[in-house]
């Protein structure tokens, strides 16, 4: 099977750079499966976990919040404010995270920043799910 390259960069690192068979991911539109020689893209992509293919049933999975997936000929780049994988992740920080980002929403506080709260939700909800 034909193979592309994937990078993931935030602005502190490169999180992943290697040989994948598919990518995943989620963006505005719902998922996203990127393959060798997919068209040009670039799309924006909601905070969720991201997978990588690399060869047969192994697969790479991380966090990503915000930022943009471009794919240009054999290679995906993901610019992403954050992307952390499996052991990067603080599974109970993330779970304290996600209850205080449900009981803000639950509380619906007027000054509440709404969006902010939501967004802290799914950052959370994204690493508890890729820390699985």
Do not use: C
Not at 5 to 16: A, D, G, L, Q, W
Not at 35 to 63: Q, S, W
């Amino acid at each position: 099977m034909s193979k592309m390259t994937v990078e993931v960069v935030t602005p502190e690192r490169v999180v992943y750079s290697g040989q994948a068979e598919m990518v995943i991911a989620r963006g505005l539109q719902g998922e996203i499966g990127i393959m060798p020689n997919h068209m040009p893209l670039v799309t924006p992509l909601k905070t969720a976990p991201v997978r990588i293919k690399t060869e047969g049933d192994k697969e790479v999975k991380m966090a990503v919040s915000g930022g943009f997936m471009e794919v240009r000929g054999d290679k995906v780049t993901i610019l992403a404010e954050t992307a952390e994988l499996p052991g990067d992740i603080d599974v109970e920080r993330a779970k304290a995270a996600k209850e205080r980002a449900e009981k803000r929403l639950a509380e619906k506080y007027a000054e509440l920043d709404v969006k902010r709260a939501e967004r802290a939700l799914q950052r959370a909800m994204a690493r508890i799910d890729v820390a699985k």
